[in-house]
């Protein structure tokens, strides 16, 4: 990066971040994209993990944010198969709820209709003994029927480190652990960054004739302009045991607590139960899940499944992020704020502002779009035709046939729950996790006893992953950090000797990688303090 002058730097490798870096690689442009921390270790990685048409947003009137986030939804669908997938939502409809059945039927009309009719699959009405058939668990009093529909879900992390690993391929430079300190200004327009290598403490400067900044929640500190054009909203989420809250399916809900709409989603043997909505100040880094988001979550979804009687005990793990929406011009509440998007230039810096997940393919093309004007006033390049980040699949989705690969993977030995679940994390990439698996016996082992997730995916993430680190590994590469009680912790000693080995560690770093993710399993598990103390 240091070498010769950029025509683009991407600061910010969430998942607008990463966007834009493909998109701005695949048009040719001379690319570079740097992460301060892990690729999505902020918002991207700490999301509700949906792509979906936005449901809840013809409430306020944002019929173009759902139309364009359907379109997103199908083409997702096509180029990352493994990583994006339909997955059937049941809405349970109760007399006297905030919104009533007509206006539900209504909604759901038009949610069809602005799928231009190709929505996953279109919604159907259910009787209230179809509803309890599919999920019995569910509250009798007041229940008159249901509605099912079709959105997606995601593996957000990985569906941001293959928009990172698609960048890179076209051409692009990507690095993680690395910050920026400072602009470098020539004429009072931004042209490149001092930056410092987190790894080595070595500090370098990148020029470069357009820096897009890309930071997310963190995107007002770092533009030059000081008014503030965000408003920030924390979403926490909590995940227990599948079998504690008994739901076979997702499920859209409306909180008896205040009205607003929350799902509860399979994920393994686990369910989640998101979001909260609620304005956040502060560090976003310092974003964590505190004792009232618990009790909020768990006292939703009991009102919806009584039998399942959670406690906080039964939280098996939890997560909360801060979203970056556009500061409003009123003062409406944190879930009527917009998830549209902005971008807007402050002497040379651009910023890609607001948004939504679902939505980063347009949010990417949008602000390389006003890259591409940029250069073109600067030197008078052609402006180059948008790129089809719509057709190309992401690295692991050139085939949407995801049966064949688990049947290859079971042929190659591998047990059908772990075959799933390594299609799952890397569709076409599949076959060579399984040979590092079959080349060391060592590499065939879980990495915790009971969890689909092999040590050869370690192995294969620090090779081909861009993973530095412990909690690179088990929080993003996979997701063992959420999916297990105690956050395999006991496992990791004998991991960081696994990756120490491939990664040439001391004695030194493997200690301070252990303490690092203790840390990390601390920070996120301070809320079972606060609740002890509420008791």
């Not at 390389?368 to 030197?379: E, G, I, N, Y």
Request: include cysteine; charged fraction near 25%; hydrophobic fraction near 45%.
């Amino acid at each position: 990066m240091a070498e010769r002058p950029l025509d683009v730097l991407v600061v910010g490798g969430g998942i607008t971040g990463a966007g834009v870096a493909r998109d701005a690689a695949m048009r040719g442009f001379r690319t570079a994209l740097v992460e301060r921390a892990d690729f999505a270790a902020g918002t991207s990685g700490r999301s509700s993990r949906l792509i979906h048409g936005g449901l809840r947003y013809l409430e306020h009137g944002a019929l173009r944010l759902v139309f364009e986030a359907s379109r997103e939804r199908r083409i997702l669908l096509r180029i990352a198969p493994h990583l994006v997938w339909p997955q059937p939502f049941l809405l349970p409809v109760f007399a006297g709820a905030r919104v009533p059945a007509w206006k539900l039927a209504a909604g759901f009309a038009l949610y069809d209709a602005l799928a231009l009719l190709r929505n996953v699959k279109t919604h159907r009405w259910l009787s209230k003994r179809a509803l309890l058939r599919i999920e019995p668990g569910l509250r009798l009093r007041g229940l008159q029927g249901g509605v099912r529909y079709y959105d997606a879900q995601c593996d957000d992390a990985r569906l941001t480190l293959a928009n990172v690993r698609a960048a890179h391929q076209a051409g692009g430079l990507v690095a993680n652990y690395v910050t920026v300190e400072s602009f470098d200004v020539a004429d009072g327009r931004v042209r490149g960054v001092r930056a410092v290598d987190v790894t080595t403490g070595a500090r370098f400067g990148v020029r470069a004739q357009v820096v897009i900044n890309a930071t997310g929640p963190w995107s007002d500190g770092l533009r030059r302009d000081t008014r503030a054009l965000l408003r920030p909203t924390k979403g926490a989420h909590v995940a227990v045991l599948r079998s504690r809250i008994g739901n076979r399916s997702a499920v859209t809900l409306l909180s008896p607590v205040d009205g607003r709409v929350m799902f509860v989603l399979p994920w393994g043997d686990l369910a989640y139960i998101g979001t909260t909505d609620t304005d956040f100040s502060g560090d976003p880094d310092d974003a964590g899940v505190d004792a009232a988001d618990v009790v909020y979550l768990l006292r939703s979804a009991n009102a919806v499944f009584p039998d399942a009687r959670l406690q906080p005990s039964d939280v098996v793990s939890a997560w909360a992020g801060v979203r970056p929406l556009l500061r409003p011009p009123d003062e409406r509440s944190a879930a009527a704020i917009s998830r549209e998007h902005r971008v807007v230039e402050d002497r040379g810096l651009l910023s890609v502002l607001g948004g939504k997940l679902t939505t980063y393919r347009v949010m990417a093309a949008d602000a390389v779009d006003r890259a591409a004007a940029l250069l073109h006033a600067l030197d008078g390049r052609p402006v180059p035709p948008r790129a089809p980040t719509d057709r190309e699949p992401l690295p692991g989705g050139e085939t949407g046939n995801l049966a064949l690969l688990v049947a290859e993977m079971e042929n190659e030995g591998l047990p059908r729950a772990t075959a799933e679940y390594v299609v799952r994390l890397h569709g076409t990439e599949a076959p060579a996790v399984a040979r590092l698996a079959r080349s060391n016996p060592a590499l065939a082992q879980p990495v915790v006893p009971g969890h689909p997730a092999l040590r050869a995916q370690l192995v294969h993430a620090t090779r081909r992953e861009l993973a530095l680190t412990l909690t690179d590994l088990l929080m993003r590469r996979t997701r063992i950090f959420f999916d297990v009680p105690g956050h395999a912790v006991a496992e990791t000693p004998a991991l960081a000797e696994l990756i120490g080995a491939e990664l040439d560690w001391s004695a030194a770093r493997k200690a301070s990688e252990l303490a690092a993710y203790v840390a990390e399993v601390h920070r996120h598990n301070a809320f079972r303090a606060d609740l002890a103390g509420r008791e």
